[in-house]
């Protein structure tokens, strides 16, 4: 059991995040961006905090700026920007926008770190801006672009952002400090939304209620645990390859449990956005081996 153990936590990440997208597109219709993000993150701020004071961890004064940073803009922003999209795009869409994140990365650190980039991952980034170009069209007739992909595109960007700003720290702190430190000083900004959040809770039903512990405890809580512990065991390279799974799992929970089936711009955007990241990423495998 204990040699299939990294194999189930990885299968066990992607379908929990799968389940993130539809969860959050039906907690929308209930309650706003922001008191949303709260609720997914409270419980997993307070138990980071009392991780960090415990534990005794002590970072150095030049990280801190980086960790505040990195609650910022993975946590905070990414979560405003992610839920402000999901109101008008659907779980579906809105799984495979995310899933552009891996080529945003390495552009990223093309223009900003000086990183060298490969020919055919230009390729990758055009398809994935196609691809995303196409899927803005879902909840359109009249082929008008849809703005909610805007804002999921940002997230986008913003959680490639994210990626390199921890790489040092994780370095130096390890995964579960430095994910820790990231979530606490990204969850303070929140609480700015406290009272609309316990408002929503005190008067929410036990269907909603029991889909906001799912999204915090499940979703959050278990899902980056797991992933922290597949990636410890199977490194970021190979882990990350079953990510592409994500917008499956999530097209599949939303028909499962929400009755909503993608359309056509969703399953052809999306393919060409899993098509464009999955071949460069394979690509890049080989070409590092």
Not at 70 to 75: F, K, M, N, Q
Not at 241 to 253: D, N, T, Y
Request: positive net charge; proline residues 3%; charged residues 5%.
């Amino acid at each position: 059991m204990k040699n299939n153990l990294p194999h189930f936590l990885l299968f066990l990440t992607i379908v929990v995040w799968g389940s993130s997208f539809p969860v959050m597109s039906f907690l929308l219709n209930v309650i706003e961006p922001m008191p949303l993000a709260l609720g997914r993150f409270l419980i997993p701020g307070i138990l980071s905090f009392f991780f960090i004071i415990f534990s005794k961890k002590i970072i150095a004064y030049n990280d801190i700026f980086r960790f505040i940073l990195a609650g910022l803009i993975g946590i905070f922003a990414y979560n405003f920007f992610l839920n402000s999209g999901q109101q008008s795009v659907s779980a579906g869409a809105s799984s495979f926008i995310v899933n552009c994140n891996p080529l945003f990365a390495s552009l990223i650190g093309f223009y900003i770190l000086k990183q060298k980039v490969r020919f055919y991952f230009w390729v990758g980034i055009i398809g994935c801006i196609v691809g995303v170009l196409i899927i803005s069209l879902e909840a359109h007739q009249d082929f008008s672009f849809n703005q909610g992909v805007i804002y999921i595109l940002i997230a986008a960007i913003l959680t490639s952002s994210y990626f390199h700003i921890i790489k040092p720290l994780v370095n130096k702190y390890g995964a579960l400090t430095t994910f820790c430190f990231t979530l606490l000083f990204g969850t303070i900004p929140m609480l700015f939304w406290l009272n609309k959040f316990y408002s929503f809770v005190i008067s929410a039903s036990s269907e909603i209620l029991f889909a906001m512990i799912w999204l915090s405890s499940i979703c959050t809580l278990l899902g980056y645990y797991s992933w922290t512990y597949s990636v410890g065991h199977f490194g970021a390279n190979k882990a990350s390859f079953f990510l592409f799974l994500i917008p499956v799992f999530s097209i599949v929970i939303d028909f499962i449990v929400f009755y909503k089936l993608p359309n056509f711009f969703t399953i052809i955007g999306g393919l060409i956005i899993l098509s464009s990241v999955l071949t460069i990423m394979i690509l890049n495998h080989r070409d590092n081996n």
